[in-house]
């Protein structure tokens, strides 16, 4: 054998990629050719929970009286339930509601590979102030985009890098009764079926974006859109609120024809 090379179990690799998973707080296969970067990547003395997140929560920082919160995850590859922004002055059961944070700046330069509510505000945001989330976040790499987003009651933009969904696979709920979202980017071909008609106050140039990302190449894929935010932001002219009916809108449809174009009453 040559002296380049050296035996070893499989049993004993398993174990590294296993560590290493664990310390990353990932599921994603290790190649053995990938093990020196990620365990290069892992800090000598214990893992830093504000770097390496599987699902990461803010439970212990007071923010009362913080309307600016602002977070570096540098070597985070999944964000679970990756906020749950508390204060002193509220609480329900376990749950401390915060009722002062108006914007979240999130930095993670690493590819994430999944967010599944990356929001953790369950149903105790109701009187929520976050109305700002800016996220400086590689998307390159997201395959799961499910729960992005949920009960953000008064969340109006989502601003910074433009979310890919070109790798996701996994998508429900994505953005879910979010009724002041008004700005969000969507970047790359969506091959996966999308349900935002909870998103009612969705602008002109965000619906544009959602529409004209939609992959050519698909079938069988269905985007559900809330009517009234197509009927505002199509309107034909002030107060109108017949945008579904426009030929603007009739046109950016007809350039999707593999879709499955719905939009959703409320009732």
């Known amino acids: 054998m040559s002296a380049e090379y050296v035996r070893m179990r499989k049993a004993t ?7 290493i998973q664990e310390k990353e707080g990932s599921t994603e296969k290790i190649t053995g050719a990938e093990m020196p970067d990620r365990i290069r990547a892992i800090q000598s003395g214990g893992v830093n929970y504000l770097d390496y997140a599987y699902s990461f929560k ?11 919160v602002e977070l570096t995850l540098p070597n985070t590859y999944t964000l679970m339930g990756a906020f749950s922004p508390v204060a002193s002055n509220w609480t329900v059961g376990n749950i401390v509601r915060n009722e002062t944070v108006e914007e979240l700046i999130i930095h993670c330069p690493n590819p994430i590979t ?3 509510q990356m929001l953790d505000l369950n149903n105790y945001t109701a009187d929520s102030t976050l109305r700002k989330l800016t996220l400086d976040i590689d998307f390159s790499e997201l395959k799961n985009a499910s729960y992005f987003c949920v009960q953000t009651k008064a969340l109006e933009v989502i601003d910074g890098n433009p979310i890919n969904l070109s790798k996701v696979t ?11 979202l008004r700005e969000v980017r969507l970047t790359g071909e969506v091959k996966v079926s999308l349900d935002i008609k909870t ?3 969705l602008s002109k140039e965000t619906i544009t974006n959602i ?5 050519p190449s698909v079938s069988g894929k269905t985007l559900t859109l ?8 199509f309107e034909t002219s002030a107060g109108a609120n017949d945008g579904s009916t426009s030929a603007e809108w009739e046109t950016l449809v007809a350039a999707h024809t593999n879709w499955t174009i719905s939009l959703f009453k409320e009732v």
């Open 170 to 180: 996994k998508i429900s709920d994505f953005l879910r009764i979010c009724p002041a």
């Open 13 to 19: 690799m398993d174990s590294i990629a296993q560590a």
């Open 226 to 233: 809330s009517q009234s935010a197509v009927d505002k932001a």
């Open 211 to 215: 529409v004209g990302c939609l992959s």
């Open 58 to 68: 803010i439970y212990s920082l007071n923010l009362f009286g913080t309307k600016t």
């Open 114 to 116: 999944h967010i599944q």
């Open 199 to 201: 998103a009612t106050a």
